[in-house]
Protein backbone atom coordinates (compact mmCIF):
# COMPACT_ATOMS: atom_id res chain seq x y z
CA UNK A 1 0.00 0.00 0.00
CA UNK A 2 1.34 3.73 -0.82
CA UNK A 3 1.26 6.01 2.47
CA UNK A 4 -0.51 8.62 1.67
CA UNK A 5 -0.62 11.89 3.66
CA UNK A 6 -4.02 12.77 5.16
CA UNK A 7 -5.82 15.11 3.13
CA UNK A 8 -8.49 17.81 3.66
CA UNK A 9 -10.51 19.23 0.35
CA UNK A 10 -12.54 22.27 0.68
CA UNK A 11 -14.61 23.06 -2.15
CA UNK A 12 -15.73 26.66 -2.40
CA UNK A 13 -18.01 28.52 -5.23
CA UNK A 14 -15.35 32.26 -5.46
CA UNK A 15 -12.23 33.38 -4.90
CA UNK A 16 -12.42 34.87 -1.17
CA UNK A 17 -14.84 31.78 -0.23
CA UNK A 18 -11.94 30.29 1.15
CA UNK A 19 -10.58 32.47 3.38
CA UNK A 20 -13.90 33.36 5.15
CA UNK A 21 -15.36 30.32 5.24
CA UNK A 22 -12.28 27.89 6.44
CA UNK A 23 -9.22 30.11 6.16
CA UNK A 24 -8.69 29.08 9.98
CA UNK A 25 -8.68 25.49 9.40
CA UNK A 26 -7.02 25.22 6.23
CA UNK A 27 -4.25 27.15 7.70
CA UNK A 28 -4.18 25.11 10.74
CA UNK A 29 -4.51 21.49 9.10
CA UNK A 30 -1.31 22.99 7.01
CA UNK A 31 0.54 23.68 9.93
CA UNK A 32 -0.15 19.99 11.36
CA UNK A 33 1.79 18.83 7.99
CA UNK A 34 -1.83 17.89 6.36
CA UNK A 35 -1.76 18.45 2.96
CA UNK A 36 -5.03 21.08 1.77
CA UNK A 37 -6.42 21.21 -1.35
CA UNK A 38 -8.60 23.95 -2.54
CA UNK A 39 -11.84 23.61 -5.48
CA UNK A 40 -12.75 26.90 -6.50
CA UNK A 41 -15.88 26.24 -8.36
CA UNK A 42 -16.27 29.67 -10.26
CA UNK A 43 -13.91 32.55 -12.26
CA UNK A 44 -15.95 35.38 -9.51
CA UNK A 45 -16.44 37.51 -12.28
CA UNK A 46 -19.71 39.17 -10.94
CA UNK A 47 -17.50 40.50 -7.99
CA UNK A 48 -16.49 44.00 -7.83
CA UNK A 49 -13.61 45.31 -10.53
CA UNK A 50 -10.65 47.29 -9.26
CA UNK A 51 -11.61 50.82 -7.79
CA UNK A 52 -15.33 48.99 -6.45
CA UNK A 53 -16.69 48.49 -9.75
CA UNK A 54 -20.06 46.90 -8.87
CA UNK A 55 -21.17 44.39 -12.01
CA UNK A 56 -23.30 45.93 -14.21
CA UNK A 57 -21.85 49.34 -13.88
CA UNK A 58 -20.02 50.94 -16.46
CA UNK A 59 -16.49 49.74 -16.74
CA UNK A 60 -16.95 46.42 -15.36
CA UNK A 61 -15.15 44.34 -17.41
CA UNK A 62 -16.25 40.65 -15.90
CA UNK A 63 -12.47 39.00 -17.75
CA UNK A 64 -10.56 41.82 -16.17
CA UNK A 65 -12.46 40.89 -12.51
CA UNK A 66 -11.94 37.61 -12.70
CA UNK A 67 -7.75 37.46 -13.94
CA UNK A 68 -7.70 39.96 -10.72
CA UNK A 69 -9.69 37.49 -8.42
CA UNK A 70 -7.16 34.76 -9.76
CA UNK A 71 -4.08 36.44 -8.68
CA UNK A 72 -6.07 37.45 -5.15
CA UNK A 73 -6.75 33.70 -4.96
CA UNK A 74 -3.17 32.51 -5.52
CA UNK A 75 -2.19 35.19 -2.46
CA UNK A 76 -4.44 33.76 -0.12
CA UNK A 77 -3.60 29.93 -0.88
CA UNK A 78 0.07 31.41 -0.46
CA UNK A 79 -0.95 32.77 2.95
CA UNK A 80 -2.98 29.73 4.06
CA UNK A 81 -0.14 27.62 2.51
CA UNK A 82 -2.68 25.60 0.59
CA UNK A 83 -0.73 22.24 -0.50
CA UNK A 84 -3.10 22.31 -4.27
CA UNK A 85 -5.57 24.46 -5.66
CA UNK A 86 -7.87 23.57 -8.38
CA UNK A 87 -9.93 25.87 -10.56
CA UNK A 88 -13.14 24.41 -11.69
CA UNK A 89 -13.51 27.92 -13.67
CA UNK A 90 -17.48 27.94 -14.04
CA UNK A 91 -19.01 31.08 -14.74
CA UNK A 92 -19.98 33.30 -11.84
CA UNK A 93 -23.84 33.03 -11.53
CA UNK A 94 -23.69 36.66 -9.30
CA UNK A 95 -26.90 36.69 -7.17
CA UNK A 96 -30.18 34.44 -7.16
CA UNK A 97 -32.58 36.52 -9.44
CA UNK A 98 -29.32 37.93 -11.77
CA UNK A 99 -29.32 37.27 -15.77
CA UNK A 100 -26.00 35.94 -15.01
CA UNK A 101 -27.67 33.02 -13.42
CA UNK A 102 -28.50 31.95 -16.83
CA UNK A 103 -25.44 32.91 -18.95
CA UNK A 104 -23.71 30.69 -21.01
CA UNK A 105 -21.13 28.90 -18.52
CA UNK A 106 -22.87 29.55 -15.15
CA UNK A 107 -21.91 27.89 -12.56
CA UNK A 108 -25.78 27.72 -11.64
CA UNK A 109 -26.69 26.28 -15.18
CA UNK A 110 -24.20 23.29 -15.37
CA UNK A 111 -25.39 20.08 -14.59
CA UNK A 112 -24.94 18.65 -11.57
CA UNK A 113 -23.82 15.42 -13.06
CA UNK A 114 -21.14 17.36 -15.50
CA UNK A 115 -20.06 19.56 -12.21
CA UNK A 116 -19.97 15.93 -10.21
CA UNK A 117 -18.47 14.28 -12.76
CA UNK A 118 -15.18 16.99 -12.75
CA UNK A 119 -15.32 16.84 -8.34
CA UNK A 120 -15.01 13.11 -8.42
CA UNK A 121 -11.81 13.40 -10.87
CA UNK A 122 -10.63 15.30 -7.89
CA UNK A 123 -11.86 13.49 -5.21
CA UNK A 124 -9.89 9.99 -7.26
CA UNK A 125 -6.67 11.94 -7.46
CA UNK A 126 -6.31 13.26 -3.87
CA UNK A 127 -8.61 11.00 -1.91
CA UNK A 128 -9.14 13.50 0.81
CA UNK A 129 -10.08 12.22 4.56
CA UNK A 130 -12.35 14.96 5.00
CA UNK A 131 -14.08 17.15 2.69
CA UNK A 132 -15.64 19.94 3.56
CA UNK A 133 -18.27 22.73 1.89
CA UNK A 134 -21.78 24.59 2.28
CA UNK A 135 -24.91 23.70 3.24
CA UNK A 136 -27.94 22.87 0.94
CA UNK A 137 -28.28 26.70 1.17
CA UNK A 138 -25.30 28.03 0.42
CA UNK A 139 -24.98 29.24 3.82
CA UNK A 140 -27.24 32.27 2.69
CA UNK A 141 -28.80 31.16 -0.38
CA UNK A 142 -26.23 32.17 -3.15
CA UNK A 143 -26.74 30.22 -6.42
CA UNK A 144 -22.83 29.10 -6.47
CA UNK A 145 -22.69 27.85 -2.89
CA UNK A 146 -25.79 25.82 -3.73
CA UNK A 147 -24.22 24.56 -6.53
CA UNK A 148 -21.15 23.74 -4.55
CA UNK A 149 -23.16 21.86 -2.58
CA UNK A 150 -24.83 19.87 -5.07
CA UNK A 151 -22.26 18.87 -6.97
CA UNK A 152 -20.22 18.22 -3.84
CA UNK A 153 -22.78 15.86 -2.19
CA UNK A 154 -23.14 13.76 -5.98
CA UNK A 155 -19.53 13.99 -6.16
CA UNK A 156 -18.87 12.27 -3.17
CA UNK A 157 -21.86 9.75 -3.92
CA UNK A 158 -20.29 8.71 -7.02
CA UNK A 159 -16.83 7.88 -5.26
CA UNK A 160 -17.78 6.85 -2.18
CA UNK A 161 -15.13 6.95 -0.07
CA UNK A 162 -14.76 10.06 2.03
CA UNK A 163 -14.63 9.10 5.65
CA UNK A 164 -15.77 12.41 6.95
CA UNK A 165 -17.85 15.45 5.50
CA UNK A 166 -18.98 18.53 6.50
CA UNK A 167 -21.36 21.38 5.86
CA UNK A 168 -20.10 25.08 7.03
CA UNK A 169 -22.22 26.75 9.80
CA UNK A 170 -22.09 29.42 11.88
CA UNK A 171 -23.81 29.09 15.57
CA UNK A 172 -26.47 31.34 16.36
CA UNK A 173 -25.26 32.61 19.71
CA UNK A 174 -22.48 34.23 17.25
CA UNK A 175 -24.72 35.76 14.44
CA UNK A 176 -25.58 38.57 17.45
CA UNK A 177 -21.90 38.96 17.92
CA UNK A 178 -21.65 39.35 14.39
CA UNK A 179 -24.30 42.09 14.38
CA UNK A 180 -22.76 44.46 16.83
CA UNK A 181 -19.34 44.27 15.14
CA UNK A 182 -21.16 44.86 11.89
CA UNK A 183 -22.60 48.19 13.62
CA UNK A 184 -19.67 48.89 15.33
CA UNK A 185 -17.49 48.95 11.97
CA UNK A 186 -19.46 50.81 9.95
CA UNK A 187 -20.76 48.06 7.32
CA UNK A 188 -24.37 48.75 5.34
CA UNK A 189 -25.95 46.64 8.08
CA UNK A 190 -29.27 46.82 9.23
CA UNK A 191 -30.93 45.02 12.19
CA UNK A 192 -33.17 42.40 10.15
CA UNK A 193 -36.48 42.21 11.42
CA UNK A 194 -37.15 38.74 12.54
CA UNK A 195 -40.48 38.57 11.24
CA UNK A 196 -39.22 39.64 7.47
CA UNK A 197 -36.70 38.07 7.73
CA UNK A 198 -38.23 34.72 8.79
CA UNK A 199 -40.88 35.16 5.26
CA UNK A 200 -37.78 35.83 2.52
CA UNK A 201 -34.39 34.46 3.94
CA UNK A 202 -33.62 30.99 5.19
CA UNK A 203 -32.44 30.64 8.09
CA UNK A 204 -28.88 31.80 8.90
CA UNK A 205 -26.45 28.88 10.60
CA UNK A 206 -27.69 26.64 13.26
CA UNK A 207 -28.65 26.70 16.94
CA UNK A 208 -25.41 26.21 19.22
CA UNK A 209 -26.44 22.26 19.92
CA UNK A 210 -26.96 21.37 16.23
CA UNK A 211 -23.53 22.13 15.95
CA UNK A 212 -21.22 19.10 15.62
CA UNK A 213 -17.80 20.79 15.35
CA UNK A 214 -15.50 23.33 17.17
CA UNK A 215 -12.59 24.51 15.81
CA UNK A 216 -10.33 26.33 17.08
CA UNK A 217 -8.12 28.90 15.23
CA UNK A 218 -7.38 31.28 17.19
CA UNK A 219 -3.44 30.73 16.64
CA UNK A 220 -4.41 30.97 12.71
CA UNK A 221 -6.50 34.21 13.26
CA UNK A 222 -3.70 36.23 11.84
CA UNK A 223 -3.29 34.01 8.68
CA UNK A 224 -6.81 34.35 8.25
CA UNK A 225 -6.98 37.90 8.64
CA UNK A 226 -4.14 38.15 5.70
CA UNK A 227 -5.72 35.58 3.51
CA UNK A 228 -8.65 38.11 3.41
CA UNK A 229 -7.06 41.05 2.89
CA UNK A 230 -5.61 39.29 0.09
CA UNK A 231 -8.97 39.68 -1.23
CA UNK A 232 -9.71 43.85 -0.50
CA UNK A 233 -10.89 44.56 -3.85
CA UNK A 234 -14.09 42.91 -2.85
CA UNK A 235 -15.97 45.80 -0.81
CA UNK A 236 -17.67 43.18 1.31
CA UNK A 237 -14.40 42.23 3.12
CA UNK A 238 -13.45 45.46 3.74
CA UNK A 239 -15.70 45.27 7.22
CA UNK A 240 -13.57 42.84 8.50
CA UNK A 241 -10.65 44.12 7.23
CA UNK A 242 -11.26 47.38 9.42
CA UNK A 243 -11.91 45.37 12.80
CA UNK A 244 -7.72 44.63 12.91
CA UNK A 245 -6.19 41.55 13.62
CA UNK A 246 -7.53 41.47 17.41
CA UNK A 247 -11.01 41.74 17.36
CA UNK A 248 -11.40 39.79 14.01
CA UNK A 249 -9.76 36.84 15.52
CA UNK A 250 -11.62 37.43 18.96
CA UNK A 251 -14.92 37.48 16.39
CA UNK A 252 -13.70 35.01 13.89
CA UNK A 253 -11.37 32.47 16.05
CA UNK A 254 -13.56 29.55 15.94
CA UNK A 255 -14.90 27.98 12.85
CA UNK A 256 -18.00 25.89 12.96
CA UNK A 257 -19.51 22.71 11.08
CA UNK A 258 -21.93 20.29 10.68
CA UNK A 259 -20.52 16.59 10.28
CA UNK A 260 -22.77 15.21 7.84
CA UNK A 261 -21.12 12.04 7.04
CA UNK A 262 -19.13 10.31 9.41
CA UNK A 263 -17.19 6.39 8.96
CA UNK A 264 -15.42 6.58 11.98
CA UNK A 265 -17.81 6.64 15.11
CA UNK A 266 -15.89 9.84 16.66
CA UNK A 267 -17.50 11.55 19.33
CA UNK A 268 -19.75 14.93 19.05
CA UNK A 269 -19.49 17.64 19.66
CA UNK A 270 -15.82 17.04 18.54
CA UNK A 271 -12.99 20.16 18.28
CA UNK A 272 -10.71 18.25 15.12
CA UNK A 273 -12.09 17.62 11.78
CA UNK A 274 -9.62 14.99 11.43
CA UNK A 275 -11.05 13.10 15.25
CA UNK A 276 -10.92 9.65 14.58
CA UNK A 277 -9.02 9.61 11.76
CA UNK A 278 -5.23 9.96 13.31
ZN1 LIG B 1 -19.06 33.13 -2.54
Known sequence: MVERPLTLMAVHAHPDD?????????????????????????????????GGVKPGEPGHDPAAVAAMRRQELQESCDVLKVSHLEMLDYGDSGMMGWAANDAPGSFWRTPVEEGAARL??????????VVVTYDENGFYGHPDHIQANRITMAALELSGMTPKVYWTTAPRSMMQRFGEAMREFGADWEEPDPVEEAEVMPEIGLPDEEITTWVDITEFGSQKFDALAAHASQGENIFFLRMGKERFTELMGVETFVR?????????????????LR
Not at 30 to 45: F, K, M, Q, S, Y
Not at 120 to 129: C, I, Q, V
Not at 260 to 276: I, K, N, Q, S, Y
Open 18 to 50: EATGTGGVLARYAAEGIRTVLVTCTDGACGDGP
Open 120 to 129: AELLHRYRPD
Open 260 to 276: VRDTTDAAVPETDLFAG
